[in-house]
Nanobody
Framework: QVQLVESGGGFVQAGGSLRLSCAAS????????MCWFRQAPGKEREFVAG????????FYADSVKGRFTISRDNAKNTLFLQMNSLKTEDTAVYYC???????????????????WGQGTQVTVSS
């Protein structure tokens, strides 16, 4: 099992920044792909950013490219999401997720991820 705990959410004005963290524990050797997803009220959970733990390749949704940066600290088994130039439409609960196993293609479908954190609320006001 893998346990994921997010932190760093909060309330910020449009144009501001937040940094989310996701601390992983347990069988941290059992996954290679991690993502940030988000879910706004009344909407489906959507992919935000992903990273391949080995190699560090990163992937982003078009809506956040150039504003968000995903990174990881291998030694601390921690995933980060630096969010800059925040917009009101970024308001959502943000979840980190890990996919068990190792795959050639990076998948951004929420249904394919096995481990999830509890989520952290990000609210961006105008």
């Amino acid at each position: 099992q893998v346990q994921l705990v997010e932190s760093g959410g909060g309330f910020v004005q449009a144009g501001g920044s937040l940094r989310l963290s996701c601390a992983a524990s347990g069988r941290t050797f059992s996954y290679n792909d991690m993502c940030w997803f988000r879910q706004a009220p009344g909407k489906e959970r959507e992919f935000v950013a992903g990273i391949r733990w080995s190699g560090g390749n990163t992937f982003y949704a078009d809506s956040v490219k150039g504003r968000f940066t995903i990174s990881r600290d291998n030694a601390k088994n921690t995933l980060f999401l630096q969010m800059n130039s925040l917009k009101t439409e970024d308001t959502a609960v943000y979840y980190c997720a890990a996919r068990s196993g190792s795959y050639y293609f990076f998948n951004t479908r929420a249904a394919d991820y096995d481990y999830w954190g509890q989520g952290t609320q990000v609210t961006v006001s105008s």
